[in-house]
């Protein structure tokens, strides 16, 4: 039997979180989904993650929270972040970094599932590097479970592409976050690994990646500091779904998700 994994792209904001719980149900109940994961990072006010915006997601239904550069954006993410096992920052962070990279949860049946966050280098933070922190972790995970899904938060396609390859065959399925754009380069690679460049975002699309457009020009035009604020027309969730096979770790299938909410 395949495992069905659905992974829900950056949750910007309230917007975000509500169309969220609208949709979600109807969601797994139509492809079937066997686990949820999602990127929560900007889900308290567009910048980063509270407890309380954690709680109001996993009450949703999502299992466990990926997340990146934003995470530590809210100061009570900190300490929550060390006691909350669902809510995963990038393995890639130095050490003594609180919280965790990477972790192994179960389906409803009892089949284990290792999710693994990463964090890309190019125009991002100088962390450790990507590539070499997925060869340990994955190690690990793999002891425990064939199937793993890693979310690389990373700014430069060629820096997720070349992720995507060099993780081909030993984890089911790399999907890029961070960028809020969902590409349309879905696919299985050669080894078995389910592949996309960026889930998109779960947020108002009359906006700049899910800001008020009128703060970010004035951003871009006067160079000043603004006050972003979350957008709240035009609000899409974007995803994917991935079907993998239970044995071998291999994926089977990939399909974009994108559902306009209002």
């Known amino acids: 039997m395949p495992v069905s994994l659905l992974f829900i792209g950056d949750i910007v904001g309230k917007p975000g979180r509500h169309a969220l719980s609208r949709e979600l149900d109807r969601l797994v109940d139509r492809h079937r989904v066997d ?88 125009f991002m933070h100088t962390l450790e590097c990507p590539f070499r922190v997925a060869d340990r972790e994955l190690e690990t995970l793999r002891r425990e479970t064939p199937i793993i899904f890693v979310d690389f938060h990373a700014e430069a396609t060629s820096e997720k592409i070349a992720l995507g390859w060099y ?57 000043l500091p603004t006050k972003f604020e979350v957008a709240k027309k035009d609000v899409r969730l974007h995803g994917a779904v991935i079907q993998v096979d239970e044995t071998t770790g291999k994926a089977l299938g990939i399909e974009r998700i994108a559902v306009a909410c209002g």
């Not at 809510?87 to 949860?105: D, F, I, K, M, Q």
């Not at 409803?108 to 990463?118: F, P, Q």
Request: glycine share 14%; with cysteine.
């Open 35 to 122: 686990l949820v994961i999602a990127n929560g990072e900007n889900a308290a006010g567009g910048f980063g993650i509270t407890e309380e915006t954690a709680r109001d997601l996993f009450a949703c239904g999502i299992h466990l929270l990926t997340s990146g550069n934003h995470v530590w954006d809210k100061k009570d993410s900190i300490g929550y972040i060390d006691r909350e096992e669902r809510l995963l920052r990038p393995a890639n962070y130095p050490a003594g970094a609180p919280g965790r990279g990477s972790t192994v949860l179960a389906t409803a049946g009892g089949i284990k599932v290792g999710v693994l966050n990463l964090e890309g280098r190019v």
């Open 167 to 223: 993780l081909d065959g030993r984890a089911s399925a790399v999907i890029g976050t961070h960028t809020h754009v969902q590409t349309a380069d879905e696919r299985v690679l050669p080894g078995g690994t389910a592949y996309l460049t960026d889930a998109g975002m779960t947020g108002a699309f009359e906006s700049v990646i899910g800001v008020r457009r009128e703060e970010v020009l004035h951003r871009f035009l006067t160079q």
